[in-house]
């Protein structure tokens, strides 16, 4: 199985902040990442899929980059709404992983 | 819109059954594949299995003999159960629709709670 590492797992920033997040895998999967937000008590929302593109309706701020074992997903200037927590997964073979998520929280 | 709606929370005994339905409205149900995603109290999101336009089916390993998933096209629904449950299962279960381009997931359903204790 391919094991997907998220870091930092809990991230304090402030709005206006640039915040970047880093996925790692354990073996090179292309560009086949997506990286979904949750807020509590919700389903995850999609914001990029094929490690950078962005979903439609998904706000300009959110982008993505990365290919073979490491990705980024940057927020370019944290607004209020962002404040969730922040899953990478990839799809490059089965069983489909995900990361272990990254909390950013109001500093 | 594409709208996937599951049914309600559960609590069952340790070694029953859960069912749990996943209505799909939006779109054709045979058109796209469906996963079964969970994810337990403090746990990552866990992929399970799907099932495709073509009726076929694939399931985790770690679910291997204990989960079953099935559509009912008449009702464009998608269905997932899940046997021999224990303690571990309790969790959030979530189908998804994978997306136009690759198995990710454009559209959740809202989840439903199961919950295993004696």
């Known amino acids: 199985d391919i094991q997907m590492t998220q870091s930092p797992s809990t991230l304090s920033a402030s709005v206006g902040d640039r915040v970047t997040i880093t996925c790692r895998a354990s073996?090179?999967?292309?560009?086949?990442l997506a990286w979904y937000q949750q807020k509590p008590g919700k389903a995850p929302k999609l914001l990029i899929y094929?490690?950078?593109s962005l979903e439609s309706g998904v706000s300009s701020r959110f982008s993505g980059s990365g290919s073979g074992t490491e990705f980024t997903l940057t927020i370019s200037s944290l607004q209020p709404d962002d404040f969730a927590t922040y899953y990478c997964?990839?799809?490059?073979?089965?069983?489909?992983?995900f990361g272990g998520g990254t909390k950013v929280e109001i500093k | 819109q594409v709208q996937l709606v599951q049914s309600g929370a559960e609590v069952k005994k340790p070694g029953a059954s859960v069912k749990i339905s996943c209505k799909a409205s939006?779109?054709?149900?045979?058109?796209?594949?469906v996963h079964w995603v969970r994810q337990a109290p403090g746990q990552r999101l866990e992929w399970m299995g799907w099932?495709?336009?073509?009726?076929?089916?694939e399931y985790s390993q770690k679910f291997q003999g204990r989960v079953t998933i099935t559509r009912d096209t008449s009702a464009s629904t998608a269905n997932m159960e899940l046997s021999s449950l224990r303690s571990e299962d309790t969790a959030i279960y979530y189908c998804?629709?994978?997306?136009?381009?690759?198995?990710?997931?454009?559209?959740w359903g809202q989840g439903t709670l199961v919950t295993v204790s004696s």
């Open positions: 998804a629709r994978e997306g136009r381009r690759g198995s990710y997931y454009s559209y």
């Open positions: 939006g779109y054709t149900v045979t058109s796209y594949t």
């Open positions: 099932i495709n336009a073509a009726n076929n089916t």
């Open positions: 073996q090179s999967i292309s560009s086949w």
């Open positions: 094929k490690a950078s």
């Open positions: 997964q990839q799809y490059n073979s089965y069983p489909l992983t």
